[in-house]
């Protein structure tokens, strides 16, 4: 045992290092204000996420229009949070409802997706939907701004999810690709609508807003339609991004069928 008192190991500070002590801290404070702004100005400037990000839901289509859904319910099977609801319908209940003798489809096969809802309360965006599904139908776009001012806003329905028609598809049901069964759609070789199409839905719905369109892609006056998806609304200031949010929320096709079939 020896009498030498302590001496620490760490080194101490100096007469000028103690009067500032008290107020060192603050000096990642000082520092960090002279530094460019990071923050994203979230409405005002949007930043796209990376490709990856599991965003918002799309029911995909295929170049000719018709939808990729058959209604199989696979994905609301393999949903861990119950957060789907699908009712599948027959594609044959399509004609008898149309009058018409030739075959009409709003998906490729027999079947196609009648009620289509995601509730957005519960989904954990896992992606287990996304891998369950067959035909490719269901996919993520990078779409994050789904946060609404009521629950009843956050069952999305078939319409708020279903891909846009891009430019040169012809809005179903009609039939299908003559010649063709579902098989060569799910192969990807469906391309574009085609002129018997074109000329159905024209005797059948002649007032179509994709009709003209899909003529031009037909006659080649236009390119093949490319697939489309849903995307980040531009950048908006903050009172814009309110005032829309509102109007949209006001003027939501959402009712009360999303809150009684899956609440």
Same mark, same amino acid.
């Given at each position: 045992?020896?009498?030498?008192?302590?001496?620490? @190991?760490?080194?101490?500070?100096?007469?000028?290092?103690?009067?500032?002590?008290?107020?060192?801290?603050?000096?990642?404070?000082?520092?960090?204000?002279?530094?460019?702004?990071?923050?994203?100005?979230?409405?005002?400037?949007?930043?796209?996420? /990376?490709?990856?990000?599991?965003?918002?839901?799309?029911?995909?289509?295929?170049?000719?229009?018709?939808?990729?859904?058959?209604?199989?319910? @696979?994905? &609301?099977?393999?949903?861990?949070?119950?957060?789907?609801?699908?009712?599948?319908?027959?594609?044959?209940?399509?004609?008898?409802?149309?009058? *018409?003798?030739?075959?009409?489809?709003? *998906? %490729?096969?027999?079947?196609?997706?009648?009620?289509?809802?995601?509730?957005?309360?519960?989904?954990?965006?896992?992606?287990?939907?996304?891998?369950?599904?067959?035909?490719?139908?269901?996919?993520?776009?990078?779409?994050?701004?789904?946060?609404?001012?009521?629950?009843?806003?956050?069952?999305?329905?078939? /319409?708020?999810? @279903?891909?846009?028609?891009?430019?040169?598809?012809?809005?179903?049901?009609?039939?299908?690709?003559?010649?063709?069964?579902?098989?060569?759609?799910?192969?990807?070789?469906?391309?574009?609508?085609?002129?018997?199409?074109?000329?159905?839905?024209?005797?059948?719905?002649?007032?179509?807003?994709?009709?003209?369109? &899909?003529?031009?892609?037909?006659?080649?006056?236009?390119? %093949?339609?490319?697939?489309?998806?849903?995307? @980040?609304?531009?950048?908006?200031?903050? &009172?814009?991004?309110?005032?829309?949010?509102? /109007?949209?929320?006001?003027?939501?096709?959402?009712?009360?069928?999303?809150?009684?079939?899956?609440?």
């Amino acid at each position: 045992m020896t009498d030498k008192p302590y001496e620490p @190991l760490r080194p101490t500070k100096g007469p000028v290092g103690e009067f500032f002590a008290p107020v060192a801290g603050f000096g990642v404070t000082f520092s960090s204000m002279f530094k460019p702004t990071v923050t994203e100005e979230y409405p005002r400037k949007k930043t796209p996420p /990376q490709t990856r990000y599991h965003g918002r839901h799309q029911l995909n289509r295929y170049a000719d229009g018709l939808e990729k859904c058959i209604g199989c319910e @696979l994905c &609301a099977w393999a949903c861990p949070a119950d957060a789907i609801y699908v009712e599948g319908a027959d594609n044959a209940d399509l004609a008898e409802n149309d009058g *018409s003798a030739e075959p009409v489809h709003m *998906s %490729p096969g027999e079947r196609y997706g009648r009620v289509y809802q995601i509730n957005y309360l519960r989904c954990i965006f896992c992606a287990l939907c996304i891998e369950a599904c067959p035909t490719r139908a269901l996919t993520m776009s990078n779409d994050y701004e789904i946060a609404g001012p009521s629950r009843e806003g956050m069952i999305y329905e078939k /319409q708020d999810i @279903l891909a846009p028609l891009s430019e040169g598809m012809l809005a179903g049901p009609h039939p299908m690709v003559e010649g063709t069964t579902d098989t060569e759609y799910y192969r990807g070789e469906v391309t574009a609508p085609t002129a018997a199409q074109v000329d159905w839905v024209r005797e059948h719905r002649p007032d179509e807003p994709t009709l003209d369109a &899909a003529a031009a892609v037909v006659a080649g006056d236009a390119p %093949p339609p490319t697939p489309d998806q849903h995307r @980040l609304r531009p950048d908006q200031d903050r &009172a814009a991004a309110t005032r829309a949010a509102a /109007q949209e929320s006001n003027l939501d096709g959402r009712t009360a069928l999303g809150t009684e079939a899956h609440p």
